[in-house]
């Protein structure tokens, strides 16, 4: 089973940018897709942000449309978020995330989540 370790995730001001990474144990080049997942205080997590294997497309939610991009690394097992702009409503818990087998994204129950790192976004 391939874990998911997250890091970059730190207290940033609105309007600010962060770059959160994600590193796989094991080959992400086998599953349909790769995500970013996070969970706001009090709310149930939820995809964000996703990017379908080969040369699939990437697909987001429409509120970090613009302002987030998912990329990935099959060699170096690598998943990033580049986030720019960065809102109050961004503060959360960021998980990475990988979809086995073909499934609609980013809004999906995932098959693997990482640990998750803290983003929070405050003046």
């Known amino acids: 089973q391939v874990q998911l370790v997250e890091s970059g995730g730190a207290l940033v001001q609105p309007g600010g940018s962060l770059k959160l990474s994600c590193v796989a144990t094991?080959?992400?080049?086998?599953?349909?897709?790769v995500g970013w997942a996070r969970q706001a205080p009090g709310k149930e997590r939820d995809g964000v942000a996703c990017?379908?294997?080969?040369?699939?497309?990437?697909y987001y939610i429409d509120s970090v449309k613009g302002r987030f991009t998912i990329s990935r690394d099959n060699g170096k097992r690598t998943v990033t978020l580049e986030m720019t702009d960065l809102r109050a409503e961004d503060t959360g818990i960021y998980y990475c995330?990988?979809?086995?087998?073909?499934?609609?994204?980013?809004?999906?129950?995932?098959?693997?989540y990482g640990q998750g790192t803290q983003v929070t976004v405050s003046s």
């Open positions: 995330t990988i979809l086995t087998h073909m499934r609609p994204c980013p809004r999906a129950t995932y098959d693997f």
């Open positions: 094991g080959s992400i080049s086998d599953y349909y897709a």
């Open positions: 990017f379908v294997n080969g040369d699939g497309p990437s």
